[in-house]
């Protein structure tokens, strides 16, 4: 199933967004990035969450999507 052109672009944004700020050199923490945010698809909700980890010369992110009982 393929995504919308507003949720995939809504997903996107968060990802570019947060890659700017690693890029700046930004160092992920426990308070760094912690977003969440929802879509739905084909009547299935979906929660993604954007944590930061690692260290100045190694961050990352790591992405986490839950698909919400229906």
Known sequence: M???G???NA???QLDA???VLEAGGV???DFLH???EFTLSGQRYIVQMLGGGTAGYP???LRIKRMPA
């Open 18 to 20: 947060a890659f700017a």
């Open 28 to 30: 992920p923490g426990p």
């Open 11 to 13: 997903i996107l944004a």
């Open 60 to 62: 990352w992110l790591d």
């Open 2 to 4: 393929p995504l919308t």
């Open 35 to 37: 977003q969440s945010f």
């Open 6 to 8: 507003q949720t995939r």
